[in-house]
């Protein structure tokens, strides 16, 4: 982005939601997966799914502009890698996190209403349903980690533990990537019992059930599991307000063993929080999503953790993004 705006440049920055509304409806629509048996009209697209036959043309033909489907005479194909990365079960799909994105661009385009009011953005269901809508944050939390985790653990200061706790371990990515670093530990998975299912399959998958408990409950309200040596946040403190994070930190500390350790994964900001902008962009969808969620800086979480019995506080991995590891000990 130029370092001098111009009216082209803040006109252009304006119309940059138009694809994205492009992608994520055809990522609700589902329509990589329609066209994916071979060449189809857009009647033909219309009537899978169920849809209007002008309105299904006008899409597709904008897919096709934006390189994402090939329109020769009046037929559509998938563009080269899109069935692979936008239909469910694609090798290294990303579909959930498409959907996801789009529940997101609701609340965002509230924002305005929601600095006036501090309230956040009412919730707004896709055309899949609410249901359908939590399934894929879920999906899109693994679309994020999966391809990503074993090589995150792997770059982090040999731990020694002996039982992990991963606290809002949704389908599992984490707790797998770990158990598959550490082949001597075992691991209990807390989070809500409507994630136990997926987290069930996919630890079944890998081979690792043998050595997860899983523990279903609300670690907002609900005690946490004893008997871990190693906790694992992962991605859950820009939910919450500090005091909210105080109050998990604390549960957390109540049940680690003597001298355990808490690892948290997560945005990192500058003292400014004006850096990294992914992070202050993150504050963004925190403040339309969460009553009282936000970035917070390596001081910040120190902070809370220290008044909560944890010492050692320090920043094991940088990144500018999601991926950054803070790591702090109990006091015995």
């Known amino acids: 982005m130029s370092n001098s705006w111009t009216a082209q440049s803040v006109l252009d920055l304006t119309r940059a939601f138009q694809p994205v509304c492009i992608l994520a409806a055809a990522a609700e629509l589902d329509v990589f997966q329609l066209v994916a048996d071979g060449r189809n009209t857009a009647a033909k697209i219309a ?49 959930a996190m498409v959907r996801h994105q789009a529940n997101c661009l609701r609340r965002w385009g509230q924002l305005a209403a929601v600095v006036t009011s501090g309230k956040p953005a009412q919730a707004a269901a896709s055309i899949c349903g609410l249901e359908a809508d939590y399934a894929a944050f879920i999906e899109a939390m693994d679309n994020l980690s999966r391809p990503v985790a074993d090589g995150i653990i792997a770059s982090l200061p040999k731990l020694r533990f002996t039982h992990l706790l991963d606290v809002g371990g949704a389908s599992g990515s984490w707790t797998i990537a770990f158990l598959t670093a550490y082949r001597g530990a075992k691991a209990t998975l807390f989070d809500l019992p409507v994630v136990m299912p997926q987290a069930r399959r996919r630890l079944g998958e890998a081979g690792l059930l043998d050595r997860v408990k899983l523990a279903s409950g609300n670690f907002e309200t609900d005690a946490l599991p004893p008997g871990a040596d190693l906790a694992w946040v992962s991605a859950i403190v820009h939910q919450n307000s500090r005091e909210q994070n105080r109050k998990l930190f604390k549960k957390i500390h109540r049940v680690l063993a003597p001298g355990g350790q808490i690892l948290i994964r997560d945005i990192l900001m500058e003292e400014s929080h004006t850096a990294p902008i992914a992070g202050a962009l993150f504050a963004v969808n925190m403040l339309v999503a969460t009553a009282a969620g936000g970035t917070y800086t390596v001081g910040e979480l120190s902070e809370d953790l220290r008044s909560t019995g944890f010492h050692k506080v320090k920043v094991i991995r940088r990144d500018e993004g999601m991926h950054a590891v803070l790591a702090a000990t109990k006091m015995d």
Do not use: F, I
């Open 47 to 95: 009537r899978k799914m169920h849809g209007n036959q002008r309105g299904t043309a006008v899409l597709l033909d904008a897919l096709a502009a934006l390189k994402l489907l090939v329109k020769k005479n009046d037929r559509y194909t998938a563009a080269p890698g899109t069935l692979d990365l936008l239909t469910s079960r694609g090798r290294g799909t990303v579909l």
